[in-house]
């Protein structure tokens, strides 16, 4: 016998039992009857009414699951459980006022209660991520036994050196738990061990296959990975856009010839992102004549880009605490006319949006290298240096080709070329400022063949301090005194760009190029030397140089990278004539050329409209 038969048969015998009947509700498609039988038996306590809107709550009821737990609070003003229900019900609403204000009542009522803490967290993590960590840090502190905690404070921790501690803890208490699984393939990714990151990322995407975010953290970990083939990027990709069903393109506006064309950007890194150094140079630079920016965003974290970002656009709205229906009614209300991913698969994104198809025509730009998989995505914007004639069939999507380059760079305003260091110091000193998980073993592998090969050199880095002795480890294995490499831990930006200074000749990373980080090594007079990879994300720095006129820095092979490496670092003279003719070089290139990156991109929306 079924439980809901069974349950039905203790109702027939008890049909006054009011819990039985919001008990039957949880169970069935329909709750909204039983549940109204639950209500009218009578008398009915605080405590069955609480349940009877719990159940409705959990069922999507909202509106009746407000009634019935406000009347228990009302019935039992001194109980925090009340408090705690209804503190839920505002979170779920988006009435982040009222949650706030009786999740507080509740803690009054019972300070050593940890739900009120958890209810706040989850209203709070859009909109003031960082009283969400608090919260959730002073519940663990009084509930270290409750995992529902931790597992939420591990799925909304940014920094990967607090987030990994936290991920171990939540996996002894709950050892499958995807997000935590999921959180110390991030920490493995943030000290440089992309492959270990893969494979938990697939193990955390196996734990829960319908969760789109954990999907997706797989699918940008194999980007990073030397392990994974290009085959295989292609391969998961496809079948990740497999598990949504086709939907019909909307029909598109009625648009008379005059009318700007209404494009949609949809990202989650408005903000201080390397979004902030490419994105800008398009949206100062547009024609409004031509079409108007309408700007979606996503983001958990706001600052001051942010609100730079909002001035930019001809049109704002916040989607973060939206779901995907209620996001896909905004855009169709809007009448957007294209509308644009910049995220893919990073942190942040709506695909689940753009699977839903709410504009005629949808396109993937800026951030993620390479398809999306979805076929809901019509077009990939790109170029020809990373999309190379014959590479299409990696893509879902229909191939668009902007002439130069895919991304167009805005300088910092501040910062002057040095002379070379090695003129003063007399050694050379390499350097990649590229994030260390796009550092592979294989990568170690061939700057120890260059640092080998130049005697005295060295080799500076930056990353979190946990991944120094693993770097150093590699270093040593591969014959290299660890002395000769040094880790910075992260600066901010300006202090970062300052650092450029004591660099002589900068090496790319593979299997995962340098994008920004490219960009601003040239900005400051730092050559790079680089090698296409065999993926997308390898050919960013490729894009670069030969956008700036520097063709020659890329290498065909890995040999080819180290003798060319080699080559420069023993020519001082060659070193220093070109970091004075660097930065001149770029600013005539079309890569900081932002008038005719605008109009460039506005001639593909106008193809494609």
């Given at each position: 016998?079924?439980?809901?038969?069974?349950?039905?048969?203790?109702?027939?015998?008890?049909?006054?039992?009011?819990?039985?009947?919001?008990?039957?509700?949880?169970?069935?498609?329909?709750?909204?009857?039983?549940?109204?039988?639950?209500?009218?038996?009578?008398?009915?306590?605080?405590?069955?009414?609480?349940?009877?809107?719990?159940?409705?709550?959990?069922?999507?009821?909202?509106?009746?699951?407000?009634?019935?737990?406000?009347?228990?609070?009302?019935?039992?003003?001194?109980?925090?459980?009340?408090?705690?229900?209804?503190?839920?019900?505002?979170?779920?609403?988006?009435?982040?006022?009222?949650?706030?204000?009786?999740?507080?009542?509740?803690?009054?009522?019972?300070?050593?209660?940890?739900?009120?803490?958890?209810?706040?967290?989850?209203?709070?993590?859009?909109?003031?991520?960082?009283?969400?960590?608090?919260?959730?840090?002073?519940?663990?502190?009084?509930?270290?036994?409750?995992?529902?905690?931790?597992?939420?404070?591990?799925?909304?921790?940014?920094?990967?050196?607090?987030?990994?501690?936290?991920?171990?803890?939540?996996?002894?208490?709950?050892?499958?738990?995807?997000?935590?699984?999921?959180?110390?393939?991030?920490?493995?990714?943030?000290?440089?061990?992309?492959?270990?990151?893969?494979?938990?990322?697939?193990?955390?995407?196996?734990?829960?296959?319908?969760?789109?975010?954990?999907?997706?953290?797989?699918?940008?970990?194999?980007?990073?990975?030397?392990?994974?083939?290009?085959?295989?990027?292609?391969?998961?990709?496809?079948?990740?856009?497999?598990?949504?069903?086709?939907?019909?393109?909307?029909?598109?506006?009625?648009?008379?010839?005059?009318?700007?064309?209404?494009?949609?950007?949809?990202?989650?890194?408005?903000?201080?992102?390397?979004?902030?150094?490419?994105?800008?140079?398009?949206?100062?630079?547009?024609?409004?004549?031509?079409?108007?920016?309408?700007?979606?965003?996503?983001?958990?974290?706001?600052?001051?880009?942010?609100?730079?970002?909002?001035?930019?656009?001809?049109?704002?709205?916040?989607?973060?605490?939206?779901?995907?229906?209620?996001?896909?009614?905004?855009?169709?209300?809007?009448?957007?006319?294209?509308?644009?991913?910049?995220?893919?698969?990073?942190?942040?994104?709506?695909?689940?949006?753009?699977?839903?198809?709410?504009?005629?025509?949808?396109?993937?730009?800026?951030?993620?290298?390479?398809?999306?998989?979805?076929?809901?995505?019509?077009?990939?914007?790109?170029?020809?240096?990373?999309?190379?004639?014959?590479?299409?069939?990696?893509?879902?999507?229909?191939?668009?080709?902007?002439?130069?380059?895919?991304?167009?760079?805005?300088?910092?305003?501040?910062?002057?070329?040095?002379?070379?260091?090695?003129?003063?110091?007399?050694?050379?000193?390499?350097?990649?400022?590229?994030?260390?998980?796009?550092?592979?073993?294989?990568?170690?592998?061939?700057?120890?063949?260059i640092l080998e090969a130049v005697p005295g050199s060295r080799l500076r880095l930056?990353?979190?301090?946990?991944?120094?002795?693993?770097?150093?480890?590699?270093?040593?294995?591969?014959?290299?005194?660890?002395?000769?490499?040094?880790?910075?831990?992260?600066?901010?930006?300006?202090?970062?760009?300052?650092?450029?200074?004591?660099?002589?000749?900068?090496?790319?990373?593979?299997?995962?190029?340098?994008?920004?980080?490219?960009?601003?090594?040239?900005?400051?007079?730092?050559?790079?030397?680089?090698?296409?990879?065999?993926?997308?994300?390898?050919?960013?720095?490729?894009?670069?140089?030969?956008?700036?006129?520097?063709?020659?820095?890329?290498?065909?092979?890995?040999?080819?990278?180290?003798?060319?490496?080699?080559?420069?670092?023993?020519?001082?003279?060659?070193?220093?004539?070109?970091?004075?003719?660097?930065?001149?070089?770029?600013?005539?290139?079309?890569?900081?050329?932002?008038?005719?990156?605008?109009?460039?991109?506005?001639?593909?929306?106008e193809a494609i409209v």
């Open positions: 016998m079924t439980t809901e038969a069974a349950q039905r048969r203790r109702l027939a015998v008890s049909p006054g039992d009011a819990e039985g009947w919001a008990r039957l509700g949880l169970g069935q498609a329909r709750a909204d009857l039983p549940l109204r039988r639950a209500a009218a038996v009578a008398p009915v306590s605080p405590a069955v009414l609480a349940l009877i809107g719990e159940v409705a709550r959990c069922r999507g009821l909202l509106a009746p699951a407000g009634r019935w737990l406000r009347q228990a609070a009302a019935l039992a003003p001194a109980a925090s459980a009340g408090q705690i229900n209804l503190a839920a019900l505002s979170s779920d609403l988006g009435m982040l006022a009222t949650c706030e204000a009786t999740s507080l009542r509740a803690l009054a009522l019972d300070p050593l209660s940890w739900l009120p803490r958890y209810n706040l967290a989850i209203a709070l993590r859009t909109v003031d991520l960082d009283r969400a960590l608090t919260h959730l840090r002073l519940g663990i502190r009084s509930h270290p036994e409750v995992v529902e905690l931790r597992q939420l404070l591990v799925r909304l921790e940014p920094r990967p050196d607090r987030k990994v501690p936290i991920a171990r803890q939540t996996l002894v208490l709950a050892p499958a738990d995807p997000h935590a699984m999921a959180a110390l393939g991030a920490g493995e990714l943030a000290w440089g061990e992309a492959d270990a990151a893969l494979r938990a990322a697939r193990r955390a995407a196996m734990l829960t296959p319908d969760e789109i975010g954990l999907a997706s953290t797989a699918l940008l970990s194999m980007s990073y990975a030397e392990t994974a083939r290009p085959s295989d990027l292609v391969a998961a990709h496809r079948a990740f856009g497999l598990r949504f069903p086709e939907r019909p393109r909307p029909a598109r506006r009625s648009r008379p010839p005059a009318d700007p064309i209404r494009v949609g950007l949809v990202s989650g890194d408005f903000r201080w992102h390397s979004t902030a150094f490419l994105l800008p140079p398009l949206l100062r630079n547009r024609e409004p004549r031509r079409w108007r920016a309408h700007l979606y965003s996503n983001g958990a974290i706001s600052d001051d880009m942010t609100e730079r970002f909002r001035r930019m656009s001809d049109a704002w709205t916040e989607i973060t605490a939206l779901d995907d229906e209620a996001a896909e009614r905004r855009v169709r209300a809007d009448g957007i006319d294209i509308l644009i991913d910049l995220n893919g698969h990073t942190n942040g994104h709506r695909l689940g949006l753009f699977a839903r198809r709410p504009a005629p025509v949808q396109a993937t730009w800026l951030d993620y290298p390479g398809s999306t998989g979805l076929r809901q995505v019509d077009y990939a914007i790109t170029d020809a240096h990373h999309a190379p004639p014959g590479t299409e069939g990696d893509y879902v999507e229909t191939v668009l080709r902007l002439p130069h380059n895919r991304f167009c760079y805005e300088p910092p305003a501040t910062g002057d070329v040095t002379d070379l260091p090695a003129a003063k110091s007399g050694r050379i000193t390499f350097g990649c400022f590229n994030a260390l998980y796009k550092v592979s073993p294989g990568c170690i592998r061939a700057w120890a063949r930056i990353g979190l301090p946990q991944a120094e002795a693993r770097l150093r480890r590699r270093f040593v294995e591969q014959g290299i005194q660890p002395e000769r490499m040094e880790l910075m831990v992260s600066v901010p930006h300006a202090a970062l760009m300052a650092r450029y200074g004591e660099i002589d000749l900068a090496l790319d990373s593979f299997p995962y190029s340098g994008g920004l980080t490219t960009c601003e090594a040239l900005w400051m007079g730092v050559p790079v030397v680089t090698c296409p990879g065999d993926r997308v994300a390898g050919r960013h720095s490729t894009a670069h140089l030969r956008t700036v006129g520097l063709g020659d820095l890329v290498a065909a092979d890995l040999d080819g990278y180290v003798d060319r490496a080699v080559a420069m670092a023993g020519d001082l003279a060659g070193l220093a004539a070109l970091r004075r003719r660097l930065r001149p070089m770029m600013a005539a290139s079309p890569l900081v050329d932002g008038p005719g990156f605008a109009r460039a991109f506005a001639d593909v929306l």
